[in-house]
């Protein structure tokens, strides 16, 4: 199947830094990749639709300032999670749209952030 | 889309079959049947799909019922890797996003 890389798998930051997460399409093209946000035990919620070259649609209640979608290559999407605080602190996975195989999602292996 | 229920959990022999049911009673015509699994601390897993006929791939089978309204996700003879949660979705178009209920955690046993 198509891979989908996430980039850190894990990471720490202190209070007020900044965290970029990238998704990469690995072997496939991706117009429109997916960024969902996932607390413990609970499960993934929708915070944003990035489509290449256009501005990212955010989900209610999901601040566009603090979480910053890029989307400048067909392989590369970037979540940058501004001023982070410790409620900000979750696991973050991305995913991306190809249309082999009836359009299925594939999802990258997430990204666990901490912030202290 | 559809609203899904599933059990919130099952537990299953290792070697058995695990059979996960899933409802989806307002299913449209053209929505088709998705099942992702996530393991612990990684990205979902796409598993199969279907729209109508009941399918088999190398992970699992998916028997839909003749009405659509509820379906069931197979794995012939689970083993201790299968233990995760799994994901019943219903979508008109899986290459947009998904929207994901609580699913069910499967906890493989020896």
């Known amino acids: 199947g198509a891979v989908v890389s996430q980039h850190p798998s894990r990471v720490i930051c202190k209070s007020g830094t900044s965290v970029k997460i990238e998704c990469r399409s690995l072997?496939?093209?991706?117009?429109?990749m997916f960024w969902y946000r996932q607390f413990p035990k609970k499960s993934l919620m929708l915070m944003a639709t990035?489509?290449?070259?256009?501005?990212?649609?955010?989900e209610q209640g999901v601040e566009k300032d603090k979480f910053l979608i890029n989307h400048a290559s067909l392989t590369l999407s970037t979540l940058t999670v501004t001023s982070a605080h410790p409620e900000d602190s979750s696991f973050y996975i991305c995913?991306?749209?190809?249309?082999?195989?009836?359009?299925?999602?594939?999802f990258g292996s997430g990204t666990q952030l901490s912030v202290l | 889309d559809a609203k899904t229920t599933q059990p919130p959990s099952m537990d299953c022999a290792e070697g058995r079959a695990a059979n996960l049911p899933c409802n989806h009673s307002?299913?449209?015509?053209?929505?088709?049947v998705y099942w992702y699994r996530q393991i612990h601390s990684q990205g979902p897993q796409y598993i199969i799909h279907g729209l109508k006929n009941n399918e088999t791939n190398e992970m699992a089978s998916l028997i839909i019922t003749e009405d659509r309204k509820s379906s069931t996700l197979i794995l012939p003879h689970a083993t201790l890797r299968d233990t995760a949660v799994y994901y019943c979705?219903?979508?008109?178009?899986?290459?947009?996003?998904?929207?994901f209920g609580g699913g069910t955690r499967l906890m493989v046993k020896p």
């Open positions: 307002t299913i449209s015509g053209n929505e088709y």
């Open positions: 072997d496939f093209q991706a117009t429109t």
């Open positions: 995913s991306a749209r190809t249309w082999a195989g009836r359009g299925k999602l594939f």
């Open positions: 990035s489509n290449e070259g256009s501005k990212a649609t955010y």
């Open positions: 979705i219903v979508r008109v178009d899986a290459g947009n996003m998904l929207t």
